[in-house]
């Protein structure tokens, strides 16, 4: 009887007292392989519990230039945003001034208010969520591009060695001599699926402006590199860099590539 009683009441206490969903997601901020950080288009989800998907929210947010812009059900929104370690804060928001119906201006009022209140961000997989008092505001998922076209080219060269990587969803080829393409071998999901998340955290506009952080190929003391991204038919491409420093946009893209191509071998 005592046994039976114990058993029940353990799993009364698991059941009753488990980690609640903010605990979840605040240990989940432990994961190092986690971006924690805010670029490009969100689609937000859910508002204080409720699901506002259909009202078509998005937020927009510029790392580069921390300005954050988006739609809030009935008017657009624009203004400055800074992020350091998990605390968000919104700066003074303009928006449009349009004329909309009750629901959608209630909707807009809630959301806005949400981004007031918040004074911390818990990020997930594919988005975030904003807190208050450990209480979540919204939660929004990362739109996703239409990545499944696109080609990663990557390029390191020497006066004595050559390396040419290529990578898109269907596998990764990797080749030694100039003008070859190697045949593509199939590549581990988790690992597309890794790099597909540091490529969404770049602005692809900004690629062919970023700044080498040292230059000694210029000088024979390293190789030669360049990245080449293209998707939707447009190409985006980096200025020269050295091999194993990459501008700090591109280093964790950079570094997916290499561990492909040496997972490949």
């Not at 009683?5 to 698991?14: A, E, G, Q």
């Not at 009935?74 to 605390?87: Q, V």
């Not at 230059?215 to 998707?231: E, N, T, V």
Request: include cysteine; proline fraction near 3%; hydrophobic fraction near 35%.
């Amino acid at each position: 009887m005592k046994y039976t009683l114990l058993v029940f009441s353990m799993m009364v206490l698991r059941c009753c007292w488990g980690p609640t969903d903010f605990q979840l997601m605040l240990e989940q901020q432990k994961d190092t392989t986690l971006l924690k950080e805010l670029n490009g288009t969100y689609h937000i989800d859910r508002l204080k519990g409720e699901d506002i998907s259909s009202f078509k929210l998005d937020i927009d947010f510029n790392n580069n230039t921390q300005q954050v812009s988006g739609f809030s059900g009935c008017n657009r929104f624009f203004g400055p945003f800074s992020l350091k370690n998990n605390k968000l804060e919104f700066g003074a928001l303009s928006s449009t001034q349009m004329h909309c119906n009750e629901t959608e201006n209630a909707i807009e009022k809630k959301l806005l208010k949400a981004f007031e209140k918040a004074n911390l961000i818990l990020f997930t997989d594919n988005g975030f969520s904003l807190y208050n008092k450990k209480k979540v505001l919204l939660s929004a998922t990362k739109t996703m591009a239409p990545y499944e076209s696109i080609i990663i080219d990557y390029t390191s060269s020497s006066r004595g060695s050559y390396q040419k990587i290529i990578v898109k969803k269907e596998g990764v080829s990797v080749s030694q001599k100039r003008g070859k393409v190697s045949p593509f071998k199939k590549h581990e999901a988790s690992d597309w699926n890794k790099l597909l998340k540091n490529l969404q955290a770049i602005d692809l506009d900004t690629i062919p402006n970023l700044v080498a952080p040292s230059k000694d190929f210029q000088f024979d003391g390293a190789a030669i590199s360049k990245l080449k991204i293209i998707l939707n038919n447009k190409t985006f491409e980096t200025p020269s860099f050295d091999h194993g420093n990459p501008p700090k946009a591109i280093a964790s893209l950079v570094k997916d590539i290499l561990s492909m191509a040496e997972n490949m071998k």
